[in-house]
């Protein structure tokens, strides 16, 4: 698979070890930290990774799904213990968004948080010309990153 080559296999779970899951990504993770109503609330920091990437090991019985507003994101959490270790997100829903702090340790390099205005959700998408890409073309989505970036 070429295209997972600069990717690294994370794995990571919820609070009490019932949902279990497998996420390729970069270990350099680009982390979305959105002051939307729920994100705040929630402290939802996240990164972005196309559906092909994640795998759900086991849990998929031991979580339950909250949606508001558009209904289009998905806010997945752990029945048992309530912690949401991924989700469905509105800017991406052909993707997942995970929560780095739901990772196992030893895989991820660097973080690099971004701030996100998802208070005025529609003026960010239309500002931010890479989120949902990020869902799509990994390795592209990563390389127009790091150009914006440095």
């Not at 029945?79 to 702090?101: E, I, L, M």
Request: one cysteine or more; a positive charge; proline letters at 4%.
């Amino acid at each position: 698979m070429s295209q997972r080559m600069d990717l690294v296999k994370h794995t990571g779970g919820c609070h009490c070890g019932a949902v279990r899951f497998e996420v390729w990504s970069c270990p350099d993770l680009h982390v979305f930290d959105c002051n939307c109503s729920i994100c705040t609330k929630k402290q939802n920091h996240h990164f972005i990774v196309p559906k092909k990437n994640f795998t759900l090991l086991q849990g998929s019985d031991n979580l339950t799904t909250y949606t508001f507003n558009s209904h289009v994101a998905k806010h997945t959490f752990c029945k048992t213990c309530g912690v949401q270790s991924f989700y469905s997100p509105r800017s991406n829903p052909d993707g997942f968004g995970v929560a780095p702090h739901c990772l196992d340790p030893g895989t991820v390099r660097s973080v690099t948080v971004e701030k996100f205005c998802g208070d005025k959700w529609e003026e960010s998408m239309q500002a931010h010309q890479t989120i949902r890409d990020m869902s799509r073309h990994a390795a592209e989505a990563q390389l127009t990153e790091t150009k914006h970036h440095h």
